[in-house]
Each structure stands twice: as structure tokens, then as C-alpha cells.
């Protein structure tokens, strides 16, 4: 009686037999290469995502991009369109042409989106701290001196008297309500957030100088 034939497939000219500790390798390896849908789904979206964030990115910064000719024609495309529909068919377009991008190209938008988003984070944080400031010279008495003390080019006069007169306007309202506040409250955060800006500066000058001494020696 005949042997049964062995179940198995051909690999580069090679019989891998079913369940042999060849045919479990080539299982193993192959089911690490896999992508799943959900990964695939979630890199599909993503570049879509940074397609979009593409139609903010102008000047010099959005020219030097090395995009394909078909990408930048059609975001340039996507940005003239008004319509909804119309615009969403042309993004879907574009996050199609993103799929097709190398890695060094997509390392580049999103660094060249970064770059653009950093000085909006520095100027919100500029504004958080004249903001935090404002209200403890309102509110603490120490915070005057504190002050003064690292912006000694404040006018310490006009400012205390701003904070008497912020202190003087502090109404509260009823509950559940914001208090309120008067003009010198709105002087004291302007005063403050044009001294940050000052201090700001003199920070990256200083900073320019040291860099410019370390390349030097």
C-alpha cells in the first residue's frame, strides 16, 4: 500500500513539511512581519492627520519641503477649496499621497510643523506667566519686592500704585461668578508682560553671546 503523501509546500526549492520545526520557523517569522488592520488604520489616519496640518505650513518653510509634485499641487488645491465635500474628497487625495512618502520626507513635515508651532507655545507660555504674575502682585504683598527684584527695570512706583488700585477694584460678585476687576488690574498684566518681554530678550542675547564665545574657542 502506498505511503501517504506528506502535507507541506515548497520554499526556494525546498519541501517544508507541516508541522515540522521548519514549517513552525517560517510561521513564526511570517507572523511577526504581519501588520495588522488596526495598525495599518491607525498609520492611515495619522498621515492623513499630518496631510491636513500641511495646509497651515507656508512660506519658505512649506517650498523647501522635498514633496513630490503631485502632493504640493494638491494641497495647494485643498486650500482653495471652500466647499465641505469637496474638501474632504481632496484630503482623502492627499493623506492617499502621504501613504507614499518616504520616512525622511514625513520626518521633515513634522519637523517643519514643529517649528512653526514653537513660537505659538512660547508666546501662550509668556502669556501664562504674566498672568500668574499679575495676580500674585495682586494678592500677596511679598510678590512686590519679589519683583522688583529680578525686573529692577520696572517703575516700582507706578506699579504699587497700580496694585493699591487693583486691590481697591476687587469686587466680588455673586456666587458662582468671577469677581471683578478694574482698568489698573488690566495695567498691572500689560505692565508685566511688556517687562517678561524685556527680560526675554536680554535672556537670548545672552544666551546668542555665550554660543558665539564656545565657537569661538
Do not use: C
Not at 542675547?205 to 565657537?215: K, V
Amino acid at each position: 500500500m502506498p505511503r501517504k503523501p506528506k502535507k507541506g509546500y515548497f520554499v526556494r526549492g525546498e519541501f517544508v513539511a507541516e508541522g515540522s520545526e521548519l514549517d513552525l520557523e517560517l510561521k513564526r517569522e511570517l507572523k511577526g512581519n504581519d501588520v495588522s488592520r488596526t495598525d495599518l488604520k491607525r498609520e492611515s489616519t495619522e498621515l492623513q492627520a499630518l496631510g491636513e496640518a500641511l495646509l497651515n505650513l507656508r512660506g519658505r518653510a512649506f517650498e523647501e519641503l522635498a514633496l513630490e509634485d503631485r502632493l504640493r499641487d494638491a494641497i495647494v488645491e485643498a486650500r482653495r477649496i471652500t466647499n465641505f465635500e469637496g474638501k474632504r474628497r481632496q484630503m482623502q487625495f492627499i493623506g492617499k499621497l502621504m501613504r507614499k512618502q518616504t520616512s525622511e520626507v514625513l520626518d521633515a513635515v513634522r519637523a517643519a510643523l514643529d517649528a512653526q508651532d514653537r513660537p505659538n507655545a512660547q508666546a501662550t507660555a509668556a502669556l501664562h506667566e504674566a498672568e500668574a504674575w499679575r495676580d500674585r502682585l495682586v494678592a500677596d504683598d511679598d510678590a512686590l519686592g519679589a519683583w522688583i527684584e529680578t525686573h529692577p527695570a520696572t517703575d516700582a512706583q507706578q506699579l504699587r500704585a497700580l496694585v493699591r488700585q487693583a486691590r481697591k477694584d476687587h469686587k466680588t460678585g455673586a456666587p458662582g461668578e468671577a469677581p471683578r476687576q478694574g482698568r489698573a488690574y488690566r495695567d498691572i498684566f500689560q505692565l508685566v508682560r511688556e517687562q517678561l518681554a524685556v527680560h526675554g530678550g536680554e535672556d537670548h542675547a545672552a544666551q546668542g553671546a555665550e554660543q558665539s564665545r564656545e565657537e569661538d574657542a
